[in-house]
């Protein structure tokens, strides 16, 4: 069956933006000029899902607000011959997928914000796709997983290796063997494993693959880690009934959940902007300098 849904939780309280997410949702900070959850959605327009339900909670209206039109606005930058703008905001109302929004009441764990999507995805393949991590490589990541569907029709969860000492913040796979290259067939999956007690240094990335049984599973999933529902328990048990695989990502992951990798990434990101790379890059290099000049002063 093809994979044409995908489900993008958004309900979390982004407790680690705070207090920039005390009215803001997490997922509205920009990247230089543009919401992170844009970039998801445009991830999956680019590879090939056409529906997607979008998981909010309280003080998410901004996010169903971004993707609408804004009539006074649009009136205003033709009035002032604005086109460019004009188109550009135009733009984010016709990216090409039809959006859905439901509600978690209670931020319970991101197993609980999946399991609202139950009656939208029914009974289809779909993927998940979190605002925290965006990714890059020739083929999108989504598009990646999908491929794979396509040829396994099992569920496949997107790997990566990290540094050891980081194991402790992701779910964490015990690899059994690799059945291709980049595929493996996985033995167990951890959430937040104590790095004494990891089993492996793969892990789990913002983007998901699963078949629809993984409800049946989230119906009666006990809270795990840090008393929420936990998707990658719910994946465990899967696991143990159908083939679950891990796809090993080759591409470049920019980690925006957190302040010190989203500065990281707008910096980067800021530096291929064609309106203000060279500025950017220039002040960077007087940065440096500055920066060069204080460290001498102190020695
Ligand atoms: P995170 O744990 O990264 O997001 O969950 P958070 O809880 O918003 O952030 P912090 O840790 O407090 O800073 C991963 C994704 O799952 C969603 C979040 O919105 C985020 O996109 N999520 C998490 C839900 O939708 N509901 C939940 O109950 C938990």
Redesign the pocket.
């Known amino acids: 069956m093809k994979v044409r849904k995908a489900v993008i ?9 705070l207090p920039a997410t005390k009215a803001l949702p ?2 509205m900070l920009p990247i230089v000029d543009k919401p992170t959850i844009q970039f998801i959605v445009e991830e999956a327009k680019k590879s090939g899902i056409e529906d997607i339900l979008i ?1 909010i ?1 309280k003080n998410k209206r901004p996010i169903e607000d971004h993707f609408d039109s804004n009539p006074e606005l649009e009136q205003d930058l033709k009035e002032k011959g604005k086109n460019d703008l004009l188109k550009l905001t135009q733009s984010i109302t016709h990216l090409g997928v039809n959006l859905y929004y439901t509600r ?1 009441p209670h ?4 197993g ?2 999946i399991f609202r999507a139950r009656s939208f995805v029914g009974d289809e393949p779909f993927v998940v796709m ?3 991590d965006l990714m890059d490589d020739k083929v999108p990541l989504t598009k990646q997983l999908i491929e794979r569907y396509n040829k396994t029709h099992a569920s496949t969860i997107a790997v990566m290796q990290v540094p050891h000492k980081e194991v402790s913040k992701y779910g964490v796979i015990e690899p059994e063997n690799e059945i291709m290259p980049g595929l493996i067939n996985v033995k167990s999956f951890v959430e937040k494993p104590d790095i004494d007690k990891a089993p492996s240094d793969y892990a789990i990335i913002g983007r998901y693959l699963l078949t629809p049984e993984i409800f049946d599973i989230l119906a009666h999933q006990k809270p795990g880690r840090g008393g ?1 529902i936990q998707l990658t328990d719910a994946i465990d048990t899967m696991n143990k009934t159908q083939r679950v695989f891990a796809h090993v990502f080759k591409g470049e992951r920019h980690d925006v ?1 957190n302040k010190e990798g989203y500065l990281e990434t707008s910096i980067e990101y800021g530096l291929k902007h064609p309106e203000i790379k060279e500025q950017l890059r220039a002040y960077i290099q007087r940065l440096d300098k500055k920066f060069e000049a204080e460290d001498k002063a102190k020695k």
């Not at 931020?107 to 991101?110: S, T, V």
């Open positions: 939780p958004a309900a979390g309280l982004g407790t680690r933006f997490k997922e998981v909670g978690q931020p319970a764990g991101l609980d914000a979190l605002g925290d929420e959940g």
